[in-house]
């Protein structure tokens, strides 16, 4: 059975991410994750949502001897945040009518 996705407003999406971050605020790495790829989102630049650029901008790998094979940092970081989301909206956030999803296999953020 396919799930469906209904859009939320932009004023939605950005009242959902508020209250995201500030629940992530005891975990700043998380949060500037978050922040990361909403920022891109929002600007429609979900094509530079990639594990390279995540390393290298996000948590401050070297843009000339990162290698994704030898370190796992951005996938492991989203696995985290996916986890962290998935906590939230079972629990505090469960009924938000907008919610945050970062789909298995992407960065690239969703609200539905």
């Known amino acids: 059975m396919q799930e469906a996705f209904v859009q939320a407003s932009a004023e939605a999406?950005?009242?959902e991410l508020d209250a995201l971050l500030a629940h992530l605020e005891?975990?700043?790495?998380?949060?500037?994750?978050?922040?990361?790829?909403?920022?891109?989102y929002f600007e429609g630049d979900t094509d530079?949502?990639?594990?390279?650029?995540i390393a290298t901008e996000v948590?401050?790998?070297?843009?000339?001897?990162?290698?994704?094979?030898e370190d796992a940092i951005a996938r492991v970081e989203t696995h985290r945040l996916r986890k962290r989301l998935k906590v939230f909206y079972e629990t505090e956030g469960k009924d938000h009518s907008v919610q945050l999803q970062i789909p298995?296999?992407?960065?690239?953020?969703?609200?539905?």
């Open 13 to 15: 999406e950005h009242k």
């Open 26 to 40: 005891r975990t700043p790495r998380l949060a500037n994750l978050l922040r990361y790829l909403t920022q891109k």
């Open 48 to 53: 530079r949502l990639t594990e390279y650029n």
């Open 59 to 69: 948590f401050g790998r070297k843009k000339s001897d990162f290698v994704a094979s």
């Open 104 to 112: 298995a296999g992407t960065y690239v953020p969703i609200f539905v």
